[in-house]
């Protein structure tokens, strides 16, 4: 009960944005719940897809709907906490594992997950980011979030319904101003 899926209608809008830089991208789906969207991205192209989820609950329905889908590689699933996943994978992927286009939908009620998910993705995890990656984060509509989160700058925001998406890239200035 508290996976909240990302609507069908959101998420049409969201691969209609996404359309062009899909062929071949890694996907990352943090907080994936059902695993909707990174599955999405697979049928639209996508190379593979990361799946990151900690709830048994939809680590379960995750697991059933790849399965019942049919499909059997090109992705991975890790259930243990986004910050733990980032924190272990930023070391030791570094150069190796890098990804074009990052989701981020951490439950509504845990407005703390945005800051420091964002914040990691824009300072010390931004080695996991391509060059041009696009990280996009689902929210309440009237729950703004920060323009800025280190090297992650917000490019657009697009709403519907009670829902908005937030879409970062990495700023082409560094922390420091320097470019």
Do not use: C
């Amino acid at each position: 009960m508290a996976t909240r899926p990302t609507s069908d209608r959101l998420r049409e809008t969201l691969f209609n944005v996404l359309a062009p830089r899909m062929e071949g991208a890694h996907f990352l789906d943090l907080y994936a719940g059902s695993g909707a969207v990174g599955i999405e991205a697979l049928s639209r192209g996508a190379a593979d897809a990361m799946f990151v989820e900690k709830a048994p609950a939809a680590l379960g329905v995750l697991r059933a709907n790849l399965e019942r889908l049919g499909i059997t590689d090109g992705f991975r699933v890790d259930g243990g906490s986004v910050a733990t996943w980032l924190r272990k994978t930023q070391g030791h992927a570094a150069g190796r594992l890098k990804f074009d286009i990052v989701f981020l939908d951490p439950p509504y009620d845990a407005a703390e997950e945005y800051d420091l998910t964002l914040g990691r993705l824009g300072g010390e995890a931004g080695n996991l980011l391509s060059s041009g990656a696009a990280v996009i984060a689902e929210h309440r509509r009237r729950e703004q979030l920060e323009e800025r989160y280190g090297a992650l700058e917000r490019t657009r925001l697009l709403e519907q319904g009670d829902a908005g998406l937030s879409f970062y890239t990495v700023n082409s200035t560094n922390v420091d101003g320097q470019e």
